[in-house]
T-cell receptor, first 114, second 112 residues
Protein backbone atom coordinates (compact mmCIF):
# COMPACT_ATOMS: atom_id res chain seq x y z
CA UNK A 1 0.00 0.00 0.00
CA UNK A 2 0.95 3.65 -0.10
CA UNK A 3 3.46 4.84 2.44
CA UNK A 4 4.81 8.20 3.45
CA UNK A 5 8.44 8.71 4.35
CA UNK A 6 8.74 11.54 6.83
CA UNK A 7 12.10 12.98 7.84
CA UNK A 8 13.83 13.66 10.04
CA UNK A 9 12.49 11.25 12.67
CA UNK A 10 13.53 13.61 15.42
CA UNK A 11 15.35 16.87 15.88
CA UNK A 12 16.43 19.18 18.63
CA UNK A 13 15.67 22.86 18.43
CA UNK A 14 17.04 25.91 20.14
CA UNK A 15 14.73 28.85 20.57
CA UNK A 16 14.94 31.13 17.57
CA UNK A 17 16.14 28.49 15.11
CA UNK A 18 14.36 27.67 11.85
CA UNK A 19 13.14 24.09 11.41
CA UNK A 20 12.45 22.07 8.24
CA UNK A 21 10.83 18.68 7.78
CA UNK A 22 9.47 16.86 4.76
CA UNK A 23 7.42 13.96 3.50
CA UNK A 24 7.79 11.94 0.33
CA UNK A 25 5.60 9.30 -1.24
CA UNK A 26 5.88 6.78 -4.05
CA UNK A 27 2.34 7.71 -5.16
CA UNK A 28 0.53 10.96 -5.85
CA UNK A 29 -1.80 12.67 -3.42
CA UNK A 30 -4.67 15.10 -3.97
CA UNK A 31 -4.22 16.77 -0.60
CA UNK A 32 -1.36 17.25 1.86
CA UNK A 33 -2.02 18.08 5.49
CA UNK A 34 0.30 18.89 8.38
CA UNK A 35 -0.69 18.17 11.98
CA UNK A 36 0.92 18.67 15.41
CA UNK A 37 0.24 16.26 18.23
CA UNK A 38 1.05 16.86 21.89
CA UNK A 39 1.28 13.93 24.35
CA UNK A 40 -2.12 12.44 25.22
CA UNK A 41 -3.99 14.62 22.73
CA UNK A 42 -5.37 14.34 19.22
CA UNK A 43 -3.55 15.81 16.19
CA UNK A 44 -4.23 19.50 15.57
CA UNK A 45 -4.43 20.67 11.96
CA UNK A 46 -1.76 23.23 11.10
CA UNK A 47 -1.94 23.63 7.32
CA UNK A 48 -3.95 22.06 4.46
CA UNK A 49 -2.68 22.09 0.84
CA UNK A 50 -4.89 21.26 -2.15
CA UNK A 51 -2.96 22.14 -5.32
CA UNK A 52 0.41 21.05 -6.66
CA UNK A 53 2.91 23.87 -6.18
CA UNK A 54 0.75 25.58 -3.54
CA UNK A 55 2.69 27.44 -0.83
CA UNK A 56 0.69 28.30 2.30
CA UNK A 57 1.61 30.05 5.54
CA UNK A 58 0.04 29.98 8.99
CA UNK A 59 1.92 32.42 11.21
CA UNK A 60 5.50 31.16 11.54
CA UNK A 61 4.64 27.96 9.65
CA UNK A 62 4.99 27.56 5.90
CA UNK A 63 4.18 24.43 3.92
CA UNK A 64 4.35 23.54 0.23
CA UNK A 65 2.60 20.93 -1.92
CA UNK A 66 5.29 19.49 -4.19
CA UNK A 67 4.91 19.98 -7.93
CA UNK A 68 5.06 16.20 -8.55
CA UNK A 69 2.24 15.72 -5.98
CA UNK A 70 4.48 13.18 -4.24
CA UNK A 71 6.04 15.38 -1.58
CA UNK A 72 5.51 18.22 0.85
CA UNK A 73 7.61 20.20 3.30
CA UNK A 74 6.90 22.17 6.46
CA UNK A 75 9.09 25.02 7.72
CA UNK A 76 8.88 26.62 11.15
CA UNK A 77 10.64 29.94 11.49
CA UNK A 78 12.06 31.39 14.71
CA UNK A 79 11.05 28.41 16.84
CA UNK A 80 9.69 28.90 20.36
CA UNK A 81 9.45 26.38 23.24
CA UNK A 82 5.76 25.59 22.56
CA UNK A 83 6.73 24.28 19.09
CA UNK A 84 7.92 21.11 20.85
CA UNK A 85 5.79 18.10 19.93
CA UNK A 86 5.28 15.55 17.16
CA UNK A 87 4.53 16.78 13.65
CA UNK A 88 2.76 14.50 11.19
CA UNK A 89 2.31 14.85 7.48
CA UNK A 90 -0.77 13.21 5.97
CA UNK A 91 -1.79 12.72 2.37
CA UNK A 92 -5.14 11.98 0.79
CA UNK A 93 -4.92 9.72 -2.27
CA UNK A 94 -7.10 10.29 -5.32
CA UNK A 95 -10.57 8.75 -4.90
CA UNK A 96 -10.84 5.06 -5.48
CA UNK A 97 -9.90 2.23 -3.20
CA UNK A 98 -10.23 3.23 0.45
CA UNK A 99 -12.10 6.50 0.05
CA UNK A 100 -11.59 9.05 2.73
CA UNK A 101 -8.30 7.52 3.69
CA UNK A 102 -5.66 9.84 5.14
CA UNK A 103 -2.23 8.22 5.06
CA UNK A 104 0.10 9.46 7.79
CA UNK A 105 3.86 9.62 8.06
CA UNK A 106 5.54 8.30 11.21
CA UNK A 107 6.08 11.77 12.60
CA UNK A 108 8.93 14.16 13.35
CA UNK A 109 9.55 14.66 17.05
CA UNK A 110 10.73 18.16 17.96
CA UNK A 111 12.53 18.48 21.28
CA UNK A 112 14.40 21.27 23.02
CA UNK A 113 18.20 21.18 22.85
CA UNK A 114 19.61 20.28 26.23
CA UNK B 1 -18.10 26.40 17.63
CA UNK B 2 -17.65 23.09 19.46
CA UNK B 3 -14.86 20.87 18.19
CA UNK B 4 -14.82 17.10 17.87
CA UNK B 5 -15.50 15.33 21.16
CA UNK B 6 -14.94 11.69 22.08
CA UNK B 7 -15.99 9.47 24.95
CA UNK B 8 -14.81 7.87 27.06
CA UNK B 9 -11.32 9.31 27.56
CA UNK B 10 -9.82 6.07 28.82
CA UNK B 11 -11.06 2.49 28.85
CA UNK B 12 -9.67 -0.80 30.12
CA UNK B 13 -11.12 -4.03 28.73
CA UNK B 14 -10.29 -7.72 28.88
CA UNK B 15 -9.35 -9.80 25.84
CA UNK B 16 -12.48 -11.19 24.16
CA UNK B 17 -14.77 -8.40 25.34
CA UNK B 18 -16.55 -5.87 23.16
CA UNK B 19 -16.20 -2.08 23.27
CA UNK B 20 -18.10 0.93 21.89
CA UNK B 21 -16.41 4.29 21.42
CA UNK B 22 -18.35 7.47 20.67
CA UNK B 23 -17.65 10.61 18.69
CA UNK B 24 -19.51 13.87 18.17
CA UNK B 25 -18.53 15.67 15.00
CA UNK B 26 -17.80 19.37 14.77
CA UNK B 27 -20.80 21.56 14.03
CA UNK B 28 -21.56 21.68 10.29
CA UNK B 29 -19.51 18.54 9.50
CA UNK B 30 -21.19 15.54 7.83
CA UNK B 31 -18.22 13.18 7.51
CA UNK B 32 -16.56 11.21 10.30
CA UNK B 33 -13.41 9.09 10.05
CA UNK B 34 -11.91 6.75 12.63
CA UNK B 35 -8.21 6.04 13.10
CA UNK B 36 -6.15 3.75 15.33
CA UNK B 37 -2.84 5.10 16.62
CA UNK B 38 -0.37 2.69 18.20
CA UNK B 39 2.33 4.10 20.46
CA UNK B 40 5.04 5.85 18.47
CA UNK B 41 3.20 5.53 15.15
CA UNK B 42 1.07 7.70 12.92
CA UNK B 43 -2.69 7.15 12.88
CA UNK B 44 -4.00 4.29 10.71
CA UNK B 45 -7.31 4.70 8.87
CA UNK B 46 -10.08 2.35 10.01
CA UNK B 47 -13.13 3.65 8.09
CA UNK B 48 -15.09 6.74 7.15
CA UNK B 49 -18.81 7.53 7.35
CA UNK B 50 -20.55 10.03 5.14
CA UNK B 51 -24.25 10.79 5.64
CA UNK B 52 -24.75 7.56 7.62
CA UNK B 53 -23.11 5.30 5.00
CA UNK B 54 -19.65 3.73 5.13
CA UNK B 55 -17.55 5.61 2.60
CA UNK B 56 -14.32 3.66 2.70
CA UNK B 57 -12.47 1.20 4.87
CA UNK B 58 -8.84 0.56 5.73
CA UNK B 59 -7.13 -2.75 6.35
CA UNK B 60 -9.01 -3.71 9.52
CA UNK B 61 -10.95 -6.95 10.15
CA UNK B 62 -14.79 -7.07 10.20
CA UNK B 63 -14.83 -7.13 14.02
CA UNK B 64 -14.22 -3.37 13.68
CA UNK B 65 -17.59 -1.86 12.76
CA UNK B 66 -19.21 1.51 12.95
CA UNK B 67 -22.32 3.61 12.70
CA UNK B 68 -23.16 7.19 11.90
CA UNK B 69 -26.34 8.75 13.21
CA UNK B 70 -28.62 11.39 11.61
CA UNK B 71 -26.93 14.12 13.69
CA UNK B 72 -23.60 12.90 12.18
CA UNK B 73 -22.23 11.59 15.48
CA UNK B 74 -20.62 8.19 15.21
CA UNK B 75 -19.74 5.00 17.05
CA UNK B 76 -16.85 2.59 16.64
CA UNK B 77 -17.49 -0.95 17.84
CA UNK B 78 -14.79 -3.55 18.31
CA UNK B 79 -15.73 -7.17 19.03
CA UNK B 80 -13.57 -9.99 20.40
CA UNK B 81 -10.89 -7.60 21.64
CA UNK B 82 -7.27 -8.65 21.22
CA UNK B 83 -4.20 -7.39 23.08
CA UNK B 84 -3.00 -5.65 19.88
CA UNK B 85 -6.15 -3.52 19.86
CA UNK B 86 -4.62 -1.48 22.69
CA UNK B 87 -4.14 1.97 21.14
CA UNK B 88 -5.39 5.54 20.96
CA UNK B 89 -8.58 5.66 18.87
CA UNK B 90 -9.08 8.95 17.09
CA UNK B 91 -12.18 10.33 15.47
CA UNK B 92 -11.96 13.10 12.89
CA UNK B 93 -14.72 15.09 11.21
CA UNK B 94 -14.76 17.12 8.02
CA UNK B 95 -17.20 19.47 6.32
CA UNK B 96 -17.36 17.22 3.27
CA UNK B 97 -15.61 14.13 1.94
CA UNK B 98 -12.15 15.01 0.76
CA UNK B 99 -11.90 18.14 2.91
CA UNK B 100 -9.50 18.68 5.79
CA UNK B 101 -10.13 16.49 8.83
CA UNK B 102 -10.25 17.80 12.39
CA UNK B 103 -9.44 15.37 15.18
CA UNK B 104 -10.88 14.81 18.61
CA UNK B 105 -8.74 14.14 21.70
CA UNK B 106 -9.00 10.36 21.31
CA UNK B 107 -9.98 7.41 23.49
CA UNK B 108 -7.13 5.44 25.05
CA UNK B 109 -8.11 1.75 24.99
CA UNK B 110 -6.10 -0.77 26.99
CA UNK B 111 -6.81 -4.49 26.50
CA UNK B 112 -5.47 -6.81 29.19
Amino acid sequence: GQQLNQSPQSMFIQEGEDVSMNCTSSSIFNTWLWYKQDPGEGPVLLIALYKAGELTSNGRLTAQFGITRKDSFLNISASIPSDVGIYFCAGQPPYGGSQGNLIFGKGTKLSVKP
Amino acid sequence: ETGVTQSPTHLIKTRGQQVTLRCSSQSGHNTVSWYQQALGQGPQFIFQYYREEENGRGNFPPRFSGLQFPNYSSELNVNALELDDSALYLCASSRERGREQYFGPGTRLTVT
